[in-house]
């Protein structure tokens, strides 16, 4: 099935893991220090997954776990001393506790950002940023939507399409 496409959204179905890890690894390769990629999706949907994937196209060495117990996983590339900050919202009750552990240090640091349950936190996120929504579809399918919120990410989405599907 063809991605459904218009200037700021792509809408996909991923069929394994494996292909959500592949699509986060050409994303990856694709981001730059201060991007915030914001993922929302109910659990078991993929999320950790394609973050794994991202990690993967940062070339950054050694696994990549989710951070529900400590909120931030930090990853830092071996060559260029880019960091992912691998972030997770799950377990925070309201927005004030994301700001109280530092969230906007990282959302404006020299970093990546990779957020999951980002909507917990969306009244302080950045305005310009790449929302993923991941979805289930069936027990392998998953449909992830992204979108491209101001015109860096737009640029982003962009790189995506054509190195992802050739378009």
Known sequence: M??????????????????????????????????????????????????????????????????????????????????LYHIDLYRISDVREALDFGLDEYLYGEGVCAIEWAERAE???PDERLWIVLRHLDVNKRGILIRADGPRYETLLRELKRVAFGI
Do not use: M, W
């Not at 991605?3 to 991923?14: A, G, N, Q, T, Y």
């Not at 990856?28 to 929302?40: P, Q, T």
């Open 2 to 83: 063809a991605p459904i496409l218009d200037e700021r959204s792509l809408d996909f179905i991923s069929h394994s893991p494996a292909q959500t890890r592949r699509i986060g690894a050409r994303l990856g390769a694709l981001v730059n220090r201060g991007d915030v990629l914001c993922l929302v999706g109910e659990l078991g949907t993929g999320k950790t997954c394609l973050i794994q994937g991202l990690g993967r196209g940062l070339e950054i060495e050694g696994p990549i776990t989710s951070p529900t117990f400590t909120l931030i996983n930090e990853y830092r590339h071996a060559r260029d001393g880019l960091t």
């Open 123 to 125: 009244p302080v996120l």
